[in-house]
């Protein structure tokens, strides 16, 4: 299987090249000073909506960053001081080579990092696919530090351990990987038409926009750090533990995570509403962002003081 596997990242080379990665230094040249905080030495990129109001921290899911929020964090800006963070091997965050860092433990630091730098003691938590799993796990090790949770087409915590293969912890084989297949547009577009219902949704800008945040000096050691095997028990949620109030948004028509796991997951949080929206596949923000607020902003006027609240 591996020699197989590498025989095919050879051919693919040898007959269309390598894709060549961003410098950080050219990162942080194009990308304002003011969208970076530091945690633990570590460069980190942030979007952030509107300065008023409670905090509200948005995780982006696995290929994903800042970007995926685009069109409903200025929405959500109006009423809340919206802080959308890239996780490590992300978006334009500082790509490290400590494997620890891409792990749940390590995610998890990160983003409570961000928050201590920026002053947010608590806060709104919404997640997406991976970065769900991520909230999950945030909300039910951290429960001080969040207010509610909102879970978006989400994954459990254990998905993405579930998902790590021992090859992948291969420098040669991963570096390979990514520079022939991965990091491609045609590679970036087919996973974003997988993920959509209507395939309209996903422009030539937003391919470019995935893969030039993807594309970036240390993705070898970000895609090892995510995919590669770690030692050790796999990081487990009770869902029937979290005691946040809870709403789980998920597209009807979600070919990647099937909707079904998100009412079986509203059955087992105690205070959990499920919102099923049609005509959509597992990017709701994107492909339907009217309805995702809608749903969103219904929940947080629950589950805020009134005097916050226009």
């Known amino acids: 299987m591996m020699t197989r596997l590498v025989v095919v990242l050879v051919g693919v080379l040898v007959t269309g090249g390598c894709v060549s990665l961003t410098p950080y230094s050219t990162v942080r040249q194009m990308v304002p000073p003011e969208r970076f905080v530091e945690v633990g030495g570590q460069a980190v990129h942030v979007e952030r909506w509107g300065q008023q109001g409670e905090a509200l921290v948005l ?62 003691q608590r806060a709104h938590l ?79 800008e937003m391919v470019t926009a995935y893969l030039e945040r993807l594309k970036v000096e240390g993705a070898t050691d970000a895609y090892r750090g995510l995919t590669a095997r770690v030692e050790g028990p796999p990081a ?8 946040q109030p809870t709403l789980i948004v998920w597209g009807l028509q979600d070919a990647l995570l099937a909707s079904a796991y998100g009412s079986r997951a509203a059955e087992k949080i105690p205070n959990a509403q499920f919102v099923g929206i049609d005509r959509c596949g597992h990017l709701p923000m994107e492909e339907r962002p009217d309805e995702f607020l809608a749903a969103v902003r219904a929940f947080l006027a629950r589950s805020s003081p009134p005097a916050l609240l226009p």
Do not use: C
């Open 59 to 120: 995780l982006h899911g696995f290929g994903g960053s800042t970007y995926s929020w685009r069109l409903v964090g200025p929405e959500l800006g109006r009423d809340f001081r919206v802080v959308a963070v890239d996780l490590n091997g992300f978006g334009w965050t500082e790509r490290v080579a400590e494997r620890e860092a891409y792990t749940l433990a390590g995610q998890a630091r990160l983003v409570l990092g961000v928050m201590d730098a920026l002053g947010i």
């Open 126 to 204: 919404a997640g997406h696919s991976y970065g769900g799993g991520l909230a999950l796990w945030l909300a039910a090790t951290a429960p001080e530090r969040f207010t509610s949770l909102i879970l978006v087409d989400s994954t459990l915590p254990t998905y993405a351990a579930e998902r790590r293969r021992s090859w992948a912890g291969l420098r040669p084989v991963t570096a390979l990987l990514l520079r022939t297949v991965l990091l491609r547009k045609s590679f970036i577009r087919r996973g974003l038409e997988r993920s959509v219902y209507d395939r309209r949704v996903v422009s030539d």
């Open 236 to 243: 487990v949620v009770d869902l029937t533990e979290i005691r």
